[in-house]
């Protein structure tokens, strides 16, 4: 069981939504589309189901085009960021409504009913109505009503997105466990980095209505293919400066040379771009960091840990720290980096050198 996407995309009123793309999902995967709002995320999905038609491309389930087949004669489920029930009736009747247009007869439906009603732990609840329960209670609701199908292929457009935190914990904990039940196709759209890592499996990155990087999930993230992806797959975003390789030195912007060493000793002369994340900035300095000089913009305390907002020359970087740190707005702030956390891109922006601590992970 196959779903293949053959140089597909979408074109509405003269704008790109989404540009050509060659995708292939197989049987039994999670596969997380990660990228902005606007990326391309919920196109693409609505091309997978077939609720829009490519502009160019094919569309292939099991090697059958299906590119032009409407989304009732597909073997798909679709659920969305605003989850839907029928408030009037039971958690048994919502999940059974699928079935019933069917035309299932009521032993298999009854059986289907209970079996995917176990698997979502709604048992329990399986006679209250949607009002009755709580917000994950509904939201399980909503994709038991869509895994009972039975369908090949299950969509997710940020199915978690309007619930509170505690809740999205328990589902993005439960969905990998219901996805290895079911054996179908999974698709799950998200903007965040942090739910991709959690989720697990196949990992497409989109900007701007483009796959940027498709592959392993943690693969992509330890190794993105460019600085775009870099970007993407990271929350806040990836920090990044123009570096200089002559010799045996690397200068950082402006600033002053370091030796190459053996960090970035293999690199050509020339010109490029160092990117590091924000977790792997640090206000305190270790032998061997890179110092930099830099202005500080705000804080943002978030408990455990500060996002500290600096300025260096001009460009605006953001570090994750731990600790609460309750600094001044416009002082003069040092930050450091390990350089085995630093990743070199080419003026292309394709990657160079993957950062030493994402290889050896």
Same mark, same amino acid.
């Given at each position: 069981?196959?779903?293949t996407?053959k140089?597909?995309?979408?074109?509405?009123?003269?704008?790109?939504?989404?540009?050509p793309t060659?995708?292939?999902?197989e049987?039994?995967?999670?596969?997380v589309?990660?990228g902005?709002?606007?990326?391309?995320k919920?196109?693409?999905?609505?091309?997978?189901?077939?609720?829009?038609v490519?502009?160019?491309?094919?569309?292939?389930?099991?090697g059958?085009?299906?590119? +032009?087949?409407?989304? @009732?004669d597909?073997?798909?489920?679709? %659920?969305y960021? $605003?989850?839907?029930?029928y408030?009037?009736m039971? /958690?048994?009747?919502?999940?059974?409504?699928?079935?019933?247009?069917m035309?299932l007869?009521k032993?298999?439906?009854?059986?289907?009913v209970?079996e995917?009603?176990?698997?979502?732990?709604?048992?329990?609840?399986?006679?209250?109505?949607?009002?009755?329960?709580?917000g994950?209670?509904?939201?399980?609701?909503?994709l038991?009503?869509a895994l009972?199908?039975?369908?090949?292929?299950?969509?997710?457009d940020?199915?978690?997105?309007n619930?509170?935190?505690?809740?999205?914990?328990?589902?993005?904990?439960?969905?990998?466990?219901?996805?290895?039940k079911?054996?179908?196709?999974?698709v799950y759209?998200?903007?965040?980095?942090?739910?991709?890592?959690?989720?697990?499996?196949?990992?497409?990155t989109?900007?701007? +209505?483009r796959?940027? @990087?498709?592959?392993?999930?943690p693969? %992509?993230?330890? $190794?993105?293919a460019?600085?775009?992806?870099?970007? /993407?797959?990271?929350?806040?975003?990836?920090?990044?400066?123009?570096?200089?390789k002559?010799?045996?030195r690397i200068?950082?912007?402006?600033?002053?040379?370091?030796?190459?060493?053996?960090r970035?000793?293999?690199?050509?002369?020339?010109?490029?771009?160092?990117?590091?994340?924000?977790?792997?900035?640090?206000?305190?300095?270790a032998?061997?960091?890179?110092n930099?000089?830099?202005?500080?913009?705000?804080t943002?305390?978030?408990g455990s840990?500060?996002?500290?907002?600096?300025?260096?020359q001009?460009?605006?970087?953001?570090?994750?720290v731990?600790?609460?740190?309750?600094l001044?707005?416009g002082?003069?702030?040092?930050?450091?980096i390990?350089?085995?956390?630093?990743?070199?891109?080419?003026t292309?922006g394709?990657?160079?050198?993957?950062a030493?601590?994402?290889?050896?992970?």
């Open positions: 069981m196959t779903l996407l140089d597909v995309s979408k074109v509405v009123g003269g704008r790109t939504h989404v540009y060659d995708l292939t999902l049987k039994g995967t999670m596969n589309l990660l902005p709002t606007n990326a391309g919920t196109t693409l999905m609505r091309l997978m189901a077939g609720l829009d490519p502009t160019s491309g094919q569309v292939l389930w099991q059958e085009d299906v590119t +032009g087949q409407r989304v @009732q597909r073997k798909v489920a679709m %659920v960021q $605003q989850f839907i029930n408030p009037s039971s /958690v048994y009747d919502n999940i059974a409504s699928p079935l019933r247009l035309g007869d032993a298999t439906i009854d059986t289907r209970r995917t009603a176990e698997l979502m732990q709604l048992t329990p609840q399986i006679e209250r109505r949607p009002l009755e329960l709580s994950g209670q509904q939201q399980r609701c909503a038991a009503r009972v199908k039975n369908a090949g292929l299950v969509l997710l940020e199915p978690l997105a619930l509170d935190y505690k809740l999205r914990e328990e589902l993005r904990a439960e969905i990998p466990r219901i996805f290895e079911s054996g179908s196709i999974f759209a998200t903007t965040e980095p942090e739910e991709a890592l959690l989720l697990g499996g196949n990992c497409a989109l900007w701007q +209505g796959v940027t @990087q498709f592959g392993p999930t693969s %992509v993230y330890r $190794q993105p460019d600085a775009t992806t870099a970007r /993407v797959f990271s929350d806040p975003p990836m920090n990044f400066i123009e570096i200089h002559t010799g045996d200068r950082f912007g402006t600033g002053d040379d370091v030796a190459a060493g053996a970035w000793q293999d690199l050509d002369d020339g010109t490029y771009t160092a990117g590091f994340r924000p977790n792997h900035m640090t206000l305190e300095g032998d061997g960091a890179l930099f000089d830099t202005t500080l913009v705000v943002e305390i978030t840990e500060t996002f500290v907002h600096v300025d260096h001009g460009t605006r970087w953001v570090g994750l731990h600790g609460v740190r309750d001044d707005a002082r003069p702030l040092r930050v450091h390990d350089p085995r956390h630093v990743y070199v891109f080419g292309d394709r990657l160079v050198q993957p030493p601590y994402a290889e050896a992970a």
